[in-house]
T-cell receptor, first 115, second 113 residues
Framework: NAGVTQTPKFRILKIGQSMTLQCTQD?????MYWYRQDPGMGLKLIYY???????DKGEVPNGYNVSRSTTEDFPLRLELAAPSQTSVYFC??????????????FGPGTRLTVL | GENVEQHPSTLSVQEGDSAVIKCTYS??????FPWYKQELGKRPQLIID?????GEKKDQRIAVTLNKTAKHFSLHITETQPEDSAVYFC????????????FGIGTKLQVIP
């Protein structure tokens, strides 16, 4: 299994541009999450999904949108990028029951800079 | 919602000494408490977790303790090695259901050779 993969690894955006961060998992996990991690800070939840077609806001959703059309994919959309969105973005997945339940498996991250 | 406080924010220890990181949580419904290690430039990875039906769990040099009454849990690393240097995050959530995990701010551990 590849686990959780994210693309791109790095990206520089200009203020006002838009982009989509891609996240895919091949573990058949129900739950998927997007976090942002600012320098020296913890992980803040942006959006999460409990299954295809179901998404909900986390702690810091403003400026972002998500969709979940399949179990595998959970893209994060940034509209009108702002310098405050400069951060490292991690996608994660987990499943609710059985051996190893609740553990969050993280992708390698996307480092985004908005100038 | 859940609030997780973690301290210290930075910790320096000599190689071979022990390190202790402490966390408190606010929601008495939380019953799953994982610890993640994040090396520089890498993704967070689970190192140990504990559920509310036990008070202590150990895995080689790493142990976690949980006090449900006081709503706090701690990570203990014994015989520290330079490769233990990393940022450690505690977290709290409710197992199953809508797993909104709340993370602590992180502790940067430096093990001095």
């Amino acid at each position: 299994n590849a686990g959780v993969t994210q693309t791109p690894k790095f990206r520089i955006l200009k203020i006002g541009q838009s982009m989509t961060l891609q996240c895919t998992q091949d573990m058949n996990h129900n739950y998927m999450y997007w976090y942002r991690q600012d320098p020296g800070m913890g992980l803040k939840l942006i959006y999460y999904s409990v299954g295809a077609g179901i998404t909900d806001k986390g702690e810091v959703p403003n400026g972002y949108n998500v969709s979940r059309s399949t179990t595998e994919d959970f893209p994060l959309r940034l509209e009108l990028a702002a310098p405050s969105q400069t951060s490292v973005y991690f996608c994660a997945s987990s499943y609710p029951g059985g051996r190893g339940a609740d553990t969050q498996y993280f992708g390698p991250g996307t480092r985004l800079t908005v100038l | 919602g859940e609030n997780v406080e973690q301290h210290p924010s930075t910790l320096s220890v000599q190689e071979g000494d022990s390190a202790v990181i402490k966390c408190t949580y606010s929601d008495s419904a939380s019953n799953y408490f994982p610890w993640y290690k994040q090396e520089l430039g890498k993704r967070p990875q689970l190192i140990i977790d504990i559920r509310s039906n036990v008070g202590e769990k150990k895995d080689q040099r790493i142990a976690v303790t949980l006090n449900k009454t006081a709503k706090h849990f701690s990570l203990h690393i014994t015989e520290t090695q330079p490769e233990d240097s990393a940022v450690y995050f505690c977290a709290a959530s409710i197992s199953g259901g809508y797993q909104k995990v709340t993370f602590g701010i992180g502790t940067k551990l430096q093990v001095i050779p």
